[in-house]
């Protein structure tokens, strides 16, 4: 067994190097000081001003409502309820932008490659438009314009069980028991369990194609949620009624947060469009021609053969622009909508006058959500590689 020597670094690249060790050493002892000059500061303050510190003010009653709730709360609820609305309002709208984003920028990816040159230009005028535009002012468009065009409540727009008015567009609710939830929850998992059995018995056999899943997915849907139907009384639907003035029942989607999603969606779609658009070039014009020759036409060439590799380098810079976008949620607070900036960074702060709990909860969430982000993508992206075997 050979024994490496060990390196040693010499006198003259420690004389080289000392200078820039020592000048970190001092900008880290200066950055240091001058935080806890800061947080002194601050205890200072707070003592004079006898301010108590700490969260505890999570578990007080809040005494406000909130326009959107995707759970239970009410004046009597407390604090720590109204950050977990707010958090649910804000992951609701980045995830429905998210989407609608990434569906459109693939379509004007597309578009701007076609061959009919009006399609190409169409493509090329949405791109260079909305992307010079200022998201703020296109919120402002759409909430203070384009919603103001919507009919009144006693005028609400019916379509099937949903109505559309300038209060909002209003869903029908499923409403269940707790025996239906569970039924509900069982199955599921259910459906889960034997999809991932029924996959990978077909990939053992290589059957595991796009229309086999799909189709097997279909017929489990089917075996594992039909039975739902004989629970008489366990499920209902709330559905919307125009009542004067406002509508009850139903699931509001509210003014806001349809300006809100369809301003992140339009903006962030014009960059996701060239980023996917340069990955779709990098993929050789060859894959193209050899699905032709295989019978493929345009349409499922791209969706079978030219996307899945375009994603492939698409995915780790489109991963920032989702970011973004999760971060630039936080203008909900200009049109009102109820998100962490608006209810934590706002309302909560002035009632409980703890700015820097407020403040230090709302960084949190907005990077606790970016972090999930870039694990989930990084987790994507790792799971493509590993299929082409560069992992």
């Not at 060439?301 to 970011?323: E, K, N, S």
Request: net charge positive.
């Amino acid at each position: 067994m050979t024994v490496l020597p060990r390196t040693t670094m010499s006198r003259a690249v420690l004389k080289e190097r000392l200078p820039g060790y020592a000048g970190q050493v001092v900008l880290l002892a200066l950055v240091v000081w001058l935080a806890w000059g800061g947080f002194s500061n601050f205890l200072g303050n707070v003592r004079a001003l006898g301010v108590s510190t700490g969260y505890g003010f999570l578990h007080a009653e809040a005494g406000f409502e909130i326009a959107q709730s995707m759970i239970a709360f009410g004046p009597g609820s407390s604090y720590l309820d109204a950050v977990i609305v707010a958090t649910l309002n804000s992951l609701l709208v980045i995830a429905l932008a998210s989407v609608f984003s990434t569906v459109i920028g693939l379509f004007i990816a597309f578009g701007r490659l076609a061959p009919h040159p009006l399609i190409r230009g169409a493509s090329s005028a949405y791109v260079e438009v909305f992307r010079n535009i200022p998201l703020l002012l296109q919120i402002f468009f759409w909430y203070f314009s384009a919603m103001a065009l919507l009919p009144g409540v006693g005028d609400s727009l019916g379509l099937g069980a949903v109505l559309l008015n300038n209060r909002g567009l209003f869903f029908p609710r499923l409403q269940m028991t707790l025996s239906g939830a569970w039924a509900v929850a069982a199955a599921f998992a259910a459906f889960v369990l034997l999809f991932l059995l029924v996959h990978r018995a077909l990939r053992s056999r290589a059957l595991a194609g796009a229309g086999t899943l799909a189709l097997t997915a279909a017929v489990l849907v089917v075996l594992c949620f039909a039975p739902l139907a004989l629970m008489q009384g366990q499920f209902g639907l709330d559905s919307p009624r125009a009542e004067g003035f406002n509508v009850s029942g139903g699931f509001a989607v509210l003014p806001e947060l349809m300006a809100l999603t369809l301003g992140l969606s339009i903006y962030n779609s014009t960059f996701l469009a060239e980023i996917f658009r340069a990955g779709i070039l990098s993929v050789p014009r060859g894959q193209s021609e050899a699905a032709a020759t295989v019978g493929l036409s345009g349409v499922r060439a791209a969706l079978l053969i030219t996307l899945p590799q375009a994603l492939r380098l698409a995915l780790p810079p489109a991963a920032g622009q989702y970011q973004t976008l999760a971060k630039a949620s936080s203008l909900a607070a200009a049109v009102g909508y109820p998100d962490i900036m608006q209810i934590v960074g706002g309302t909560v702060l002035s009632q409980t006058s703890q700015a820097l709990e407020a403040m230090a909860l709302v960084v949190l969430l907005y990077a606790a959500i970016n972090l999930v982000i870039a694990l989930a993508v990084n987790l994507a992206n790792r799971r493509l590689l590993r299929h082409d075997g560069r992992a």
